[in-house]
């Protein structure tokens, strides 16, 4: 916990659910971040722009601050870059999988107040905590 940032945290959360809020209270549309991206390669034209500009958005956002603070990014490599692509791949599947992924069950759905969702964010919450346990506490121990 050495990077334990409360009030940038707070400030975050509060700017993901106002932007979460304003897409559904404007445009009608759910941030689930998962089906934006894959939306942009399977939707038709007219649909694609406003796609585009979200992740667009999300990827500058960051540059914006770390170019404003300036911050610079760190590389962090706890993981081979072979690990990190099946990674990546299991989260695409499992996205498609739970018809969504934690962006859009979690702050979302549950926004929403949806029982789908609701157990979809357990779901994936306490894999996460397995997997963390896992990796942390019982494989780290077996190297």
Do not use: K
């Not at 941030?31 to 991206?37: C, D, E």
């Not at 500009?53 to 610079?72: A, D, E, K, N, T």
């Not at 896992?134 to 494989?139: A, D, E, G, M, P």
Request: with cysteine; proline share 3%; aromatic share 10%.
């Amino acid at each position: 916990m050495e990077n334990f940032t409360p009030v940038s945290a707070l400030l975050g959360g509060v700017l993901i659910g106002l932007s979460a809020t304003l897409l559904l209270l404007f445009n009608g549309r759910i941030a689930g971040v998962s089906g934006i991206l894959s939306g942009i390669f399977v939707q038709p034209a007219g649909d694609r722009l406003w796609r585009l500009m979200f992740v667009l958005g999300m990827v500058g956002s960051g540059l914006i601050y770390q170019l404003l603070s300036g911050g610079v990014f760190v590389e962090y490599a706890a993981v081979s870059l072979p690990l990190l692509v099946a990674g990546a791949f299991l989260v695409g599947f499992g996205t498609r999988m739970g018809g969504g992924c934690i962006s859009g069950h979690g702050v979302c759905g549950i926004g929403r107040v949806s029982p789908r969702s609701v157990v979809a964010t357990f779901v994936f919450m306490g894999f996460g905590f397995v997997t963390v346990f896992l990796l942390r506490h019982v494989l780290e121990g077996a190297s």
